[in-house]
Each structure stands twice: as structure tokens, then as C-alpha cells.
């Protein structure tokens, strides 16, 4: 064994995942796994949820459906990202919403 042929390159993984090199970058790494993790579940359960309310006979199609439908998948996830303490956009939107309903309600 030569000395050029020696050298052993680190951190090397075939998949392209580097470890994080500290805790700030391990803590990125939690926190993107457990982004990727709430995106996987609402995916999996809002097509089960659509598909079930087309076989219902709703119209899924519908431009007014899918936007409605989309808005409830996005407050889904930014639950499911609250509850992580993961900050998601939408939960600024869903407070603003919240304090309407409560003032509707007692002037109603």
C-alpha cells in the first residue's frame, strides 16, 4: 500500500446524507425529519379522506371543493406542525380566524 492510495475520504455515504458535524445542524436534521414525517401523514390521509368523499358521490372536482379542501388539508398540517413545536404559516392565518369566530359568536 502506497501513500496516495491510502486515504480513506469522511464522512462518505452513497446516498448523499451527511451527518451533522454539531447540535445546531443535528437539531436542523430533527426538525426536517419531523416536517417530512407531518407532510407524509397529511398526504397519506387527505387522499384517503378525498377519495372517500368521491366514492360518497361529493363532487371532488369542483373548483370551490378542491380549493375548500385544500384550505382544511393546509390547517391539518399546521396542527400537526404546532403540535411539534414546528412553526407553519398558516397558524398566523388560523389564530386571525379563531379570534372571528369567537367574536361572531358572542354577537350572535
Given at each position: ?19 451533522a ?49 385544500s ?38
Amino acid at each position: 500500500m502506497t501513500q496516495s492510495n491510502n486515504v480513506i475520504e469522511f464522512p462518505f455515504h452513497e446516498n448523499g446524507f451527511t451527518p451533522a458535524q454539531n447540535s445546531e445542524q443535528l437539531l436542523e436534521q430533527f426538525q426536517e425529519n419531523k416536517k417530512t414525517y407531518i407532510n407524509q401523514v397529511v398526504d397519506h390521509y387527505s387522499t384517503q379522506l378525498i377519495n372517500k368523499l368521491g366514492m360518497h358521490g361529493f363532487d371532488i372536482y369542483e373548483d370551490n371543493f378542491i380549493k375548500s379542501f385544500s384550505y382544511t388539508v393546509e390547517s391539518l398540517r399546521a396542527t400537526l406542525y404546532q403540535s411539534l413545536d414546528i412553526y407553519h404559516p398558516f397558524e398566523d392565518h388560523m389564530g386571525e380566524i379563531m379570534e372571528a369566530l369567537e367574536e361572531f359568536e358572542e354577537n350572535s
